[in-house]
């Protein structure tokens, strides 16, 4: 195949005044400074430094930064300046390289050693340059292609890093395409803020509402002090077994609540004990996973789906009495991740299993069933001002990485403004 133009090259064809360069050939590239180190008190610094989970994919997350003591002499080696990129040695396959842009927020910030530092040689590299193709789907392959995966964790070396291929076009070049690509970044920036803010705002209902710290307008009753045994039934409802039939198996997502479908599989396919069949509307306890988090109402979408043994589905006792939505925003809340903490047992956090006959012997604050009625409708209400968004937060993101795929192969050729 032979395109006018173009040359073939590893990275697939790119116009012919473009070249392929190593990283390391055109930057310098650097592992951060490793804990628990011995140093002598009279050398010793503490200073703040970026971990993993400050690196997002395409953001530096700024929201929680701690301080790591280092030798006063590697200040200067570690510390990150203005346009520095920082990506990840290891994660989800997924997430594999997630990286962002250092823009100088913090004064002395250093990065610890699973992170790399990628600073450009700018007379041939643009940082922001550097930064998208990060995002794109050429570095993203080459990261999978040679990444040491196990257990769905998947990491890259020093080396690996070192040698990633990039497709270059002139600077001036390289500068337009980020120009073009800095319109999406603003928008993408501005919904993001807003959705942090939206979520700020909803944590800070649910906790006021939840609690009866702020009462609704036209409620001022007591809230009563009941158990959740007073509350809750566990249903078990069996599976009218057909091999040729197929079942919807279901789980509840870890740490963050909600159902997600794990497979469809035929009656004969099915190797899972103790089925069960689960209604919309049904409350979900995962007896393995409930100190993280792991509970959800079934959805309408997944009535009569299959759950496992592992499962315990509750509905309530008395509909006057308990609106199940209520229970479910009631689920979400810190004080009930401890109350299934202190009703679990086990002797590691990972192993636990959910005593659910004590969980029925605590407490809850409940309000009469029109005032649950009312928070439910504020609470649904915000959560789906904050889905809009994130779901215009979502379309931004997918038409940059379509613009970046082919502004940065070539694909489409940006005329460079002189300087």
Same mark, same amino acid.
């Given at each position: 195949?032979?395109?006018?133009?173009?040359?073939?090259?590893?990275?697939?064809?790119?116009?012919?005044?473009?070249?392929?360069?190593?990283?390391?050939?055109?930057?310098?590239?650097? #592992?951060?400074?490793?804990?628990?180190?011995?140093?002598?008190?009279?050398?010793?610094? /503490?200073?703040?430094?970026?971990?993993?989970?400050?690196?997002?994919?395409?953001?530096?997350?700024?929201?929680?930064?701690?301080?790591?003591?280092?030798?006063?002499?590697?200040?200067?080696?570690?510390?990150?300046?203005?346009?520095?990129?920082?990506?990840?040695? &290891?994660?989800?396959?997924?997430?594999? &390289?997630?990286?962002?842009?250092?823009?100088? /927020?913090?004064?002395?910030?250093?990065?610890?050693?699973?992170?790399?530092?990628?600073?450009?040689?700018?007379?041939?590299?643009?940082?922001?340059?550097?930064y998208n193709y990060f995002q794109g789907f050429s570095a993203k392959a080459y990261f999978l292609s040679c990444a040491k995966q196990t257990t769905g964790i998947a990491s890259i070396n020093s080396s690996q890093v070192r040698a990633t291929p990039i497709s270059l076009p002139s600077v001036l070049e390289q500068r337009r395409i980020t120009a073009i690509t800095a319109t999406w970044?603003?928008?993408?920036?501005?919904? %993001?803020?807003?959705?942090?803010?939206? %979520?700020?705002?909803?944590?800070?209902?649910?906790?006021?509402?939840?609690?009866?710290?702020?009462?609704?307008?036209?409620?001022?009753?007591?809230?009563?002090?009941?158990?959740?045994?007073?509350?809750?039934?566990?249903?078990?409802?069996?599976?009218?077994?057909?091999?040729?039939?197929?079942?919807?198996?279901?789980?509840?997502?870890?740490?963050? &609540?909600?159902?997600?479908?794990?497979?469809?599989?035929? &009656?004969?396919?099915?190797?899972?004990?103790?089925?069960?069949?689960?209604?919309?509307?049904?409350?979900?306890?995962?007896?393995?996973?409930?100190?993280?988090?792991?509970?959800?109402?079934?959805?309408?979408?997944?009535?009569?789906?299959?759950?496992?043994?592992?499962?315990?589905?509750?509905?309530?006792?008395n509909s006057r009495k308990l609106d199940i939505n209520f229970f479910d925003w009631h689920s979400r809340r810190p004080y009930f991740y401890h109350q299934t903490y202190i009703s679990s047992f086990g002797v590691h956090i990972e192993k636990m299993t959910f005593d659910f006959e004590a969980f029925l012997s605590l407490d809850m604050a409940l309000p009469p069933l029109e005032e649950?009625?009312?928070?439910?409708?504020?609470?649904?209400?915000?959560?789906?001002?904050? %889905?809009?968004?994130?779901?215009?937060?979502?379309?931004? #993101?997918? %038409?940059?990485?379509?613009?970046? #795929?082919?502004?940065?192969?070539?694909?489409?050729?940006?005329?460079?403004?002189?300087?």
């Amino acid at each position: 195949m032979n395109k006018k133009g173009y040359k073939h090259t590893s990275l697939g064809w790119i116009p012919e005044d473009w070249e392929v360069k190593r990283l390391e050939e055109i930057s310098e590239i650097q #592992q951060g400074v490793s804990k628990g180190r011995s140093i002598s008190p009279e050398d010793a610094i /503490s200073v703040p430094y970026m971990r993993v989970a400050n690196v997002k994919d395409g953001v530096i997350d700024l929201a929680e930064v701690k301080e790591i003591v280092i030798n006063k002499n590697e200040l200067s080696r570690y510390t990150l300046l203005d346009g520095d990129i920082l990506i990840t040695e &290891g994660g989800d396959p997924d997430q594999l &390289g997630r990286g962002g842009i250092w823009t100088n /927020s913090i004064k002395n910030c250093v990065f610890q050693n699973h992170l790399f530092r990628i600073r450009t040689d700018r007379s041939k590299l643009d940082q922001f340059f550097l930064y998208n193709y990060f995002q794109g789907f050429s570095a993203k392959a080459y990261f999978l292609s040679c990444a040491k995966q196990t257990t769905g964790i998947a990491s890259i070396n020093s080396s690996q890093v070192r040698a990633t291929p990039i497709s270059l076009p002139s600077v001036l070049e390289q500068r337009r395409i980020t120009a073009i690509t800095a319109t999406w970044d603003a928008a993408i920036y501005k919904v %993001q803020r807003l959705v942090d803010t939206l %979520q700020i705002r909803h944590r800070g209902l649910m906790h006021v509402l939840l609690s009866g710290k702020k009462r609704l307008k036209g409620f001022e009753g007591k809230w009563s002090n009941v158990t959740y045994g007073d509350l809750l039934s566990e249903v078990k409802r069996p599976v009218l077994w057909n091999d040729d039939d197929l079942y919807r198996l279901i789980s509840v997502r870890r740490r963050s &609540g909600g159902i997600f479908e794990r497979e469809s599989l035929y &009656g004969h396919q099915i190797k899972v004990k103790d089925l069960r069949t689960a209604c919309a509307g049904d409350f979900l306890f995962s007896k393995m996973q409930i100190v993280h988090g792991a509970s959800a109402l079934v959805p309408e979408d997944f009535d009569r789906a299959k759950i496992s043994g592992s499962y315990i589905a509750v509905v309530s006792k008395n509909s006057r009495k308990l609106d199940i939505n209520f229970f479910d925003w009631h689920s979400r809340r810190p004080y009930f991740y401890h109350q299934t903490y202190i009703s679990s047992f086990g002797v590691h956090i990972e192993k636990m299993t959910f005593d659910f006959e004590a969980f029925l012997s605590l407490d809850m604050a409940l309000p009469p069933l029109e005032e649950q009625i009312a928070i439910v409708n504020i609470l649904n209400a915000s959560d789906r001002e904050i %889905q809009l968004h994130r779901r215009r937060l979502a379309t931004l #993101q997918e %038409q940059k990485k379509g613009l970046m #795929q082919v502004l940065l192969t070539g694909k489409v050729r940006v005329k460079p403004k002189e300087e």
